[in-house]
């Protein structure tokens, strides 16, 4: 079993720029994903990554905008997201997935999950 905890949501201007973070208990080699949730909206997966960067997915929305990537340490997953726009207001988690390999967006395939940070992107 491994818990989440995230940090780095905030508010900001459309155009600008947040950090976010999320840190394992412990060593976790398997996906780790990140996701959002809007009011009234569905979960959606946002990024994920899988050992370290072999295999990095994005949603065609974040493509190009946001950067997800881990530390040497398998602890701790960051999500650089730039160009931030009102549409990516959200409250935003961490999520480790069950896969044995290879990686997903998919809400249904990670089983521990975080509390979650809120990011707000004003017009």
């Known amino acids: 079993q491994v818990q989440l905890v995230e940090s780095g949501g905030g508010s900001v201007q459309a155009g600008g720029s947040l950090r976010l973070s999320c840190a394992a208990s412990t060593r976790y080699s398997r996906c780790i994903g990140w996701f959002r949730q809007a009011p009234g909206k569905e979960r959606e997966g946002v990024a994920a990554?899988?050992?370290?960067?072999?295999?990095?997915l994005y949603a065609d929305s974040v493509k190009g905008r946001f950067t997800i990537s881990q530390d040497n340490a398998k602890t701790t997953v960051y999500l650089q997201m730039n160009s931030l726009k009102p549409e990516d207001t959200a409250m935003y988690y961490c999520?480790?997935?069950?896969?044995?390999?290879?990686?997903?967006?998919?809400?249904?395939?990670?089983?521990?999950w975080g509390q979650g940070t809120q990011v707000t992107v004003s017009s």
């Open positions: 990554i899988y050992s370290g960067g072999d295999n990095i």
């Open positions: 999520a480790a997935s069950n896969l044995y390999s290879g990686c997903s967006l998919v809400v249904g395939r990670f089983g521990y």
